[in-house]
């Protein structure tokens, strides 16, 4: 899954309105969880901050920041921080639920936005809702590059492009894919997502996880 992106659209913003208004309180909901989250998976782990921060890469000082709500991740961060605590990344996002039937409303769906305002990831199952996969729309500006570090080791992804183009960077490998495409690779190496294309490009990212 692409990981520049942060918990809230840091882009500027016009006046508020009330969508506008809606999308700053999700923000700030999502920023609470995952702030809760953290904490919980760390403390259930008997894991210090320091701890966390030698296995995951994130300094102590963000990761504080993060579980005070002081602060608004990144998705690449989330990612370091899911590793290093050994838990899929949806883990930090939301509740678990045992539900028999979980529907999510596309309107429900916190969107995440790359800083630069060049990707968006939307969640298409609810968080928490499985422990082995999660599936993600995500939209890709044209020219636009989307870095990821390693995922933790066992973690394979199969991507699927709806529109536009993708070239994918899976270590020393690059392939080109169209609408229509499939890949399936090993995640737990460095990859990129590259958009070469005009035009916006959409793709379904699923993830699996080694449990």
Partial sequence: MAKSASVSNPTKRAPVSEGAEGDEIGAAELTRRVADNLRALRKQRELSLDDLASRSGVSRATLSQIETSKTNPTIAILWKIAAGLGVPFASLLGEERVDRVRVLRRGDAQVLRSADGRLESRPLTPAGASPMVECYELRLQPRATSQSEPHAK?????????????????GDEVCDLAAGDSVYFEADVAHAYENPGRVESRYINVILYNR
């Fill in 154 to 170: 066992g973690t394979c992804e199969s991507l699927t492009v709806l529109t536009g183009a993708l070239r994918l960077h899976v």
